[in-house]
């Protein structure tokens, strides 16, 4: 699968994206302050999030960690499926790919059986989207 591999990058302590930041090759965000550069320790200071390669249904790019709205073919048949289920989950990185839960325990892969997906929000800015 070819795919643009691309980033996005939420700031722990400002509670914010940043757009200013570069990923090092030993895995440092590198930031352009006023000329000076600063590294941070990715993982105390920043979570990294990973485009999914996908969009959804109005087009915007999906990334980990985003709230998605998924609705799923009941039944065996997705092509003839007279009833669909809707499901909120979080696009997470796991078994080697980008996966949704789909309810009672189970994991689909983003993209293979969902007919229409939806971001809704995201668990940074929108947690209070997961509680049921």
Sequence with gaps: ?????????????????????????????YDYDLGRGRLYNSSKTHIIQQFTGLKDKNDKEIYEGDIVTALIPHGNNIHRAKTYDVFISVVNFTHGGFTIDVGEEFESFLGETSVEIKIIGNIFENPELLKK
């Design 1 to 29: 699968m070819n795919r643009e591999i691309k980033f996005r990058v939420w700031c722990k302590d400002y509670k914010r994206w940043e757009n200013q930041l570069m990923l090092s090759h030993n895995g440092y965000l």
